[in-house]
């Protein structure tokens, strides 16, 4: 999954969650203006996509099919 920060903003780090909580994917973005997380390997379902940034964080749902 692709991860863009908008206007001059810089990411930190980018992870995925599983719903019960477990980080079951990151990586470090630390100034980046984008970023990839494989979500190669986790099987179909819902997680939760977490972006800290230098603006703050951001938090969103997505389905895996």
Do not use: M, N
């Amino acid at each position: 999954i692709w991860v863009r920060a908008q206007g001059a903003h810089a990411l930190r780090r980018v992870a995925v969650f599983s719903v019960s909580g477990q980080e079951v994917a990151a990586v470090s973005a630390y100034g980046a203006d984008q970023a990839e997380v494989s979500l190669a390997g986790l099987p179909a379902g819902t997680y939760v996509l977490r972006v800290w940034a230098d603006t703050g964080v951001a938090t969103h749902s997505f389905t895996k099919q």
